[in-house]
């Protein structure tokens, strides 16, 4: 935990504090932005505040009254619910203004950890509770140089995979055939081999399956791949290192055949979408201006919409990217939440628009992209025209 720049950054968005709050791991972000273990029992309630001037104050179970003692800061204890509530309300005593992980109207629920009954005690005590949804964009997903610099040793495996991939696929069917989940075992097999790491996936989807944006194929259920079929690929990975971060990218293409002119043009869209969404983030950052994550998203989804096809456009433009695949900064989002989460200098996250048409096929075009103080750059092949296999 860095305490000084915690403080800094509360004094820069003038809250009196910033209130982390657990029971039985419910804020997992807590743990990772305080530097804290999550491996013991968290049986008792715990607060822990950072306020913007002086010293932090934590406040535990005497059971458990050693839950906090690797944090800095003067330290009380309770037994019944009538000494907490009077213990919280001295340690927050003479602040009002308090950061926690609280999203109004659950409007990003990523953030959303803390149970409505705390906000309900401590709004009772005369406190204004406020989102610390930029707090933890700031402390969780800002990159350092070494972390970006993983993130593009990835790019560049991945990338080499992915291309080597498109022509396996095509020398299989050429050869007999093969189905999704061979796809995939290849993938795992090279991703291995180049010393990445990754949760699931990837995800080769075929003809209809590409219409379904998390299909996820497996042996049992794995289609085959054919001459004249649509073919998706999703595939993401980092470095086995820690504090490594993930590179996810997803391509489009036609096995031995030439794409329809439905194709091509749901394809132009997205490609259209996609790079939209780009501008708009590389114009913001150049020109110094702040860009909350809705606006990127509302940059690629309105190409789509004059295109006529916002409908089948079902999920956001972009998620932040970190040492997990899906982080907790800004997400490009002005559909499935409306993210006013400033995408932050020295973060990563994806730019992926989709066009799905169920029973038929999907087109999702993904790159990701990392911010820097006057630039914003994507980090990998940009795919311009469907792959011919």
């Known amino acids: 935990m ?151 040793v990835a790019q560049q495996k991945i990338d080499a995979i992915l291309d080597a991939g498109w022509k396996e696929m095509g020398s299989r069917v050429r050869a007999g055939g093969t189905d999704e989940f061979a796809m995939v075992e290849y993938f795992c097999e090279a991703m291995g081999r180049e010393g990445l790491l990754w949760d699931h996936g990837p995800n ?74 780009v501008t708009v983030v590389r114009e913001a950052f150049a020109e110094g201006k702040p860009i909350a994550g809705w606006e990127a998203d509302d940059a690629a989804r309105e190409v789509i919409r004059q295109a006529g096809f916002g409908e089948w456009f079902t999920h956001r433009t972009g998620h932040n990217i970190g040492t997990v695949l899906h982080g907790n900064g800004a997400n490009l989002d002005n559909l499935e939440t409306h993210d006013e989460r400033l995408i932050l200098p020295n973060t990563c996250f994806s730019v992926e628009p989709g066009i799905y048409f169920p029973g038929e096929f999907g087109v999702r075009s993904e790159i990701d992209m990392i911010t820097r103080p006057g630039k914003a750059e994507v980090t990998g092949r940009i795919q311009t025209e469907l792959v011919r296999v």
């Open 204 to 277: 080769v989807s075929v003809g209809a399956n590409s219409a379904d944006s998390h299909y996820e194929p497996s042996a049992a259920t794995s289609k085959p791949i054919r001459r004249g079929d649509f073919v998706l690929i999703d595939i993401w990975a980092k470095l086995e290192r820690a504090g490594a971060c993930f590179y996810d990218i997803t391509w489009t293409g036609v096995v031995d055949r030439e794409p329809t002119e439905r194709e091509q043009m749901i394809f132009a869209t997205v490609r259209d979408a996609r790079d939209a969404a």
């Open 2 to 152: 860095n305490l000084a720049a915690i403080q800094s950054a509360l004094r820069d968005q003038k809250f009196d504090g910033w209130l982390f709050y657990d029971h039985h791991y419910r804020d997992p972000l807590a743990y990772r932005i305080l530097g804290m273990a999550e491996g013991p029992l968290v049986s008792r309630r715990w607060f822990y505040l950072i306020p913007a001037e002086g010293e932090p104050k934590k406040l535990v179970h005497r059971i458990e009254s050693g839950k906090l003692d690797a944090l800095p800061g003067s330290k009380a204890v309770y037994s019944s619910w009538q000494e907490l509530d009077a213990q919280v309300e001295a340690m927050l005593a003479g602040r009002t203004r308090i950061a926690m992980q609280y999203s109004p109207r659950n409007a990003i629920m990523y953030i959303s950890l803390v149970d409505a009954g705390t906000i309900e005690l401590l709004r009772g005590m005369g406190k204004e509770i406020v989102s610390s949804a930029d707090l933890v964009s700031q402390f969780e997903a800002v990159l350092s140089e070494q972390q970006m610099a993983s993130h593009f």
